[in-house]
T-cell receptor, first 111, second 119 residues
Framework: AQSVTQLDSQVPVFEEAPVELRCNYS??????LFWYVQYPNQGLQLLLK??????LVKSINGFEAEFNKSQTSFHLRKPSVHISDTAEYFC?????????FGKGTTLSVSS | GAGVSQSPSNKVTEKGKDVELRCDPI?????LYWYRQSLGQGLEFLIY????????KSGLPSDRFSAERTGGSVSTLTIQRTQQEDSAVYLC?????????????????FGPGTRLTVL
């Protein structure tokens, strides 16, 4: 069985501070890994993905995640957050078909 | 089409009634997925359609839930005899194709969801 665990349900931070949203996964087969973001009152959007190759993947808005096979982790980081990053973030995995999601982390950025 | 569309956007029903939720995938996408987003449970996979193959129903929580996909395009998720615990946002996603395993990957695009409230 495959599963995704997001270790923090809520992460409050101040603007311009760094942030890390933690994600661990469990799978007996190779998987793809994803971070999705859901802004308030909006749909789910793909933020970044790891399929193969370089273990460090980056999004266009400054987030990055590193695939660590030995620690079965795919933590999401940003060195300096903005108010507009306030959203719910979901880590997910796939072995090629349906996505298995973590329960989500609410990132709240305040000034 | 511009994206995945779902209707209705909101549905309020009484316990025991049946409901139908509709999903229109992106034109040309052969794979279609239903997920449920509920408080405390996060996002859960419900059912997956790929072309004309038999659907993967492994995520359906009970036999009150069913889904069909007509003509390989539009899909309808039906919940019979709704219960209060069925209250959630039901999300549909589509992708261009998938053959399973890691030999291919196609991004899933999500619709805006249908918020179901069972009173």
């Amino acid at each position: 069985a495959q599963s995704v665990t997001q270790l923090d349900s809520q992460v409050p931070v101040f603007e311009e501070a760094p942030v890390e949203l933690r994600c661990n996964y469990s799978s007996s087969v190779s998987v793809y890994l994803f971070w999705y973001v859901q802004y308030p009152n909006q749909g789910l959007q793909l933020l970044l993905k790891y399929l193969s190759g370089s273990t460090l993947v980056k999004s266009i808005n400054g987030f990055e995640a590193e695939f660590n096979k030995s620690q079965t982790s795919f933590h999401l980081r940003k060195p300096s957050v903005h108010i507009s990053d306030t959203a719910e973030y979901f880590c997910a995995l796939s072995a090629g078909t349906a996505l298995i999601f973590g329960k989500g982390t609410t990132l709240s950025v305040s000034s | 089409g511009a994206g995945v569309s779902q209707s209705p956007s909101n549905k309020v029903t009484e316990k025991g009634k049946d409901v139908e939720l509709r999903c229109d995938p992106i034109s040309g996408h052969t794979a279609l997925y239903w997920y449920r987003q509920s408080l405390g449970q996060g996002l859960e996979f419900l059912i997956y359609f790929q072309g004309n193959s038999a659907p993967d129903k492994s995520g359906l929580p009970s036999d009150r839930f069913s889904a069909e996909r007509t003509g390989g395009s539009v899909s309808t998720l039906t919940i019979q005899r709704t219960q209060q615990e069925d209250s959630a946002v039901y999300l549909c996603a589509s992708s261009s194709r998938t053959s399973g395993g890691l030999s291919s990957y196609n991004e899933q695009f999500f619709g805006p969801g249908t918020r179901l409230t069972v009173l």
